[in-house]
Structure formats: structure tokens, C-alpha cells
């Protein structure tokens, strides 16, 4: 549903879609977290034999394909500590708003973050971790609501970018023992994804003579209930401004729906 000059609260999904697409989110995330500690547990008995079997070696060509693995292992359990919280609540953000989108987001950040190693990073080095996906949905999450003109989503990116805007300072050169180039690509690559994915809805036009880029129709004939054809008008009430009132119905009640109200 349409607010001001194109800015929905709703979007496309009703609540209850959102909802569910929440859900799907939650168990995709717990699924994620649940084979990276697997994962770790074989890594560590193993005496991290899966790290130098799996981990990107900057600029060998035999070792480009490990920027899909590098993601799932850690070098550490301080590493997988530090990673785990990050990655559950920003790629469940990053998630909720369609599983299928948040997986085209997955392998797009993988290798964003994964070719920045690859190409750019020392050749006697080696990096695995999810960190560069962490930096890639925290990315995403602060921007997707801009590009998508959903209002609850921005007001989620602002927050997350206030609360987390010390993430940025990794993504710069001069960490010691952390591969800086890993997050500014995955940061990169969240930022594309923003735009690559956005909604591409087409333009709700309620009239037949509604003008171009308007969100609601233009009434026609005579008065400004007097609509033709099949397209919807709408009858304000006297010193209401229907677009605002719209929107602001809309928003409340999605938060009703999802029990923040």
C-alpha cells in the first residue's frame, strides 16, 4: 500500500506473509548457526585440518572455488564466538523479508567478500570466517528499506547503523590479525544487494486519469467522488490529506499485526 510520494509501510506482503517469511527466517538462521558449530566441533578435533583444506589462498587459482567454503569455517572458538551473535541477528534482518531473496544476497556477498581476498589480499596468508557475510547483511539491512521505500525498514537501518557503526572501522586497513579486505567486500557486496534486490513493484496508479508517478487516482467528472472506468478514486475528508492518512493507517496496522502495538 502506497504512502507519500511512493513510500509504503506494508509493502507488497500482508502481515501474516511477513510473518511467515519470519519464521522461515528464524529456522534458516538457527539451520546456518547449527552447521557452522557442527562444523567447528569436526574443524577442532581435527586439529583445524578443514580450515587449511578449505581456507582462501589469495591468488592461486586452484583455491578461487574456496570462497563458497571459507564462509562455514573458523579458526578459533573466540573466532566463531565473536562471529556468531552478529551473524544470527543481522542475517535474520536480512532474511525476514523473503528466504529466497536473502539467499541470492548469501552467495552474492560470499563473493564479493571472497574475490576481494582473493585478489587483493598477501599471498602468504589464508582466511576463512563469516565475517565478510556479517558485513554483507549488516550493509543490506541498513540500506534495503532506502531502496525499497519501506518505512519500517528504514527506521530497522537507521538503528542498526547507529548501533553498529563502529562495524565500519573493521572494514579499514590496520586491524591487526583480522582480514580487513574480507568485511569491505562483503560490505560492498551488501550495498549492491540493497539495489540488485530491491522490490521492483509496479507504480499503483487507482485512476484512469491518474497522472504519471501519482500513487493515487485523480478523480474525474464532476466532484471528487465522481470516478469512471474501473480504476479506484479516492473521497478525503475535508482537510485530510488521504495520502498521509493512508500511510499512517497502513503502518499502524502492520505494528498491530505483528503485536508492537
Known amino acids: 500500500m502506497r504512502g507519500l510520494q511512493g513510500w509504503t509501510s506494508a509493502g507488497p506482503q500482508t502481515a501474516e506473509e511477513m510473518i511467515a517469511e519470519a519464521r522461515k527466517a528464524f529456522f534458516v538462521m538457527f539451520g546456518f548457526m ?137 572494514a579499514l586497513p590496520g586491524t591487526p590479525g583480522v582480514s580487513w579486505l574480507a568485511h569491505l567486500g562483503g560490505l560492498v557486496g551488501g550495498v549492491v544487494g540493497a539495489w540488485a534486490l530491491r522490490d521492483r513493484r509496479p507504480r499503483m496508479v487507482s485512476g484512469p486519469d491518474a497522472g504519471p508517478g501519482s500513487g493515487y487516482g485523480s478523480a474525474s467528472g464532476s466532484g471528487l467522488g465522481a470516478g469512471s472506468g474501473s480504476g479506484k478514486t479516492i473521497v478525503p475528508a475535508q482537510g485530510s490529506n488521504p495520502a498521509l492518512e493512508g500511510s499512517r493507517s497502513d503502518l499502524h496496522k502492520e505494528l498491530g499485526d505483528l503485536g508492537l502495538l
Open 34 to 170: 547449527v552447521l557452522i558449530w557442527a562444523l567447528q566441533i569436526v574443524n577442532w578435533t581435527g586439529n583445524y585440518q578443514l580450515d587449511r583444506e578449505f581456507e582462501v589462498i589469495p591468488q592461486r587459482p586452484d583455491r578461487l572455488g574456496e570462497i563458497f567454503t571459507a564462509p562455514f569455517l573458523h579458526f578459533s572458538w573466540q573466532h566463531i564466538e565473536g562471529n556468531s551473535g552478529p551473524l544470527f541477528v543481522f542475517g535474520f534482518l536480512a532474511a525476514y523479508r523473503g528466504v529466497v531473496r536473502f539467499l541470492w544476497l548469501t552467495l552474492l556477498v560470499a563473493l564479493t567478500s571472497g574475490l576481494a581476498v582473493w585478489i587483493f589480499q598477501d599471498t602468504n596468508t589464508g582466511s576463512v570466517g563469516a565475517s565478510g557475510l556479517i558485513f554483507g547483511y549488516f550493509g543490506y539491512v541498513v540500506l534495503r528499506g532506502i531502496f525499497d521505500r519501506r518505512l519500517i525498514d528504514t527506521l530497522i537501518g537507521v538503528v542498526m547503523a547507529a548501533s553498529f557503526a563502529y562495524l565500519v572501522t573493521i
